[in-house]
Nanobody, 122 residues
């Protein structure tokens, strides 16, 4: 079992930056691909970014490319999502997930955190 805990969310103004962290316990993250998903009010959860177990390969949804960066520190059992130039439409609950592949689909991930709220005001 892997337990994931997200942190770093908050209320910021448009254009600001936030860094989300996802800390794991129970098992090492080094053998898992990791993903970040988000769910805005009234919408389905959507893929944001993912990273392979090695950290070499990353993937981003188009709306965050060039603004968000996913990274991992396997020694610290932590994955990060650096979010720059935040927009109102980035407002959502952000979830990290661990799984067998860094695909964009939820069923590729076996473990999920509880989420952290990100609110971007104009």
């Amino acid at each position: 079992q892997v337990q994931l805990v997200e942190s770093g969310g908050g209320l910021v103004q448009a254009g600001a930056s936030l860094r989300l962290s996802c800390a794991a316990s129970g098992r090492t993250l080094s053998s898992y691909a990791m993903g970040w998903f988000r769910q805005a009010p009234g919408k389905e959860r959507e893929f944001v970014a993912s990273v392979s177990w090695s950290g070499i390969t990353t993937d981003y949804t188009d709306s965050v490319k060039g603004r968000f960066t996913i990274s991992r520190d396997n020694a610290k059992n932590t994955v990060y999502l650096q979010m720059n130039s935040l927009k109102r439409e980035d407002t959502a609950v952000y979830y990290c997930a661990a799984g067998r592949s860094y695909l964009r689909i939820e069923r590729a991930y076996d473990y999920w955190g509880q989420g952290t709220q990100v609110t971007v005001s104009s």
